[in-house]
């Protein structure tokens, strides 16, 4: 086989393959020497993603290759069960540009309490004195380049950031609702975005196009918790 490169024609005919069991999204994986297979997916919802991720906490080359059924869209079924018996690499490299393509990077963010001297991108100081009105507490900017996002998180109180951390190792430890679980405690604590990060009023949110994403807001909000402060002793 060769790699495949496809027409418009055919382009919009995956696009509506996608459409009626997916998002109606594709993305073409090219595996070059020695597979040299041209494979289409459907990229990760974030339903979709979430449960992958609680299936790859269980096993990660079974749930390599039921995303790979779930998500082709090209070739068809039975030709993708005839080449994942050739090459027993594919499962693991379609899933992988699946979550690169969902956003995944652990983009360390720069977390900083808000400042009018150094507000966000997009955040002009008028809104920031609203926030502060509104929202009493520790505000914080935070920056993740790599997303083009920018947001305004309010610090959790010590009770809440300790339940978070209680509900995610339970998930964690079930293999069910991890993404669900951080999901609910990260974006209630967003009170500013510089773009919408779920979808509402006809404007497609990040989080639906990069489902990923979430584990980089994890990791923001553990640090407006206190997460990664350096700690030092010393005999007195």
Known sequence: MTLKTFT????????????????????QIDLGDPINETIVVAPFSREEY??????KTRDIP?????????????????????????????P??????????????????VVRQLADDDLPAG????????LRETHKGRLWSVE????????????PLSDVYLAAQSAY??????????VATIDSYVLGTVVWSRVPLTTSGGATGLLDLEPA??????????????????????SL
């Open 8 to 27: 418009t024609d055919e382009i919009q005919k995956l696009k509506a393959a996608s459409a009626k069991t997916h998002n109606g999204r594709v993305i």
């Open 50 to 55: 979430a449960t992958h991720y609680d299936k």
């Open 62 to 90: 079974t749930a390599a290759h039921g995303a790979l059924l779930e998500q082709a869209i090209y070739p068809d079924r039975p030709t993708i069960e005839t080449l994942r018996q050739q090459w027993a690499v594919i």
């Open 92 to 109: 693991g490299a379609v899933t992988d540009q699946l979550v690169q393509e969902a956003g995944f990077t652990l983009e360390t963010a």
């Open 123 to 130: 955040l002009d100081s008028a809104t920031a004195a609203k």
């Open 144 to 155: 993740l380049a790599g997303h083009k996002l920018s947001l305004v998180m309010l610090a």
């Open 169 to 178: 190792g339970d998930a964690a430890r079930a293999s069910n609702g991890i």
């Open 213 to 234: 994403l979430i584990w980089d807001l994890w990791q923001a909000y553990k640090r407006t918790g206190g997460d990664g402060a350096a700690v030092r002793r010393k």
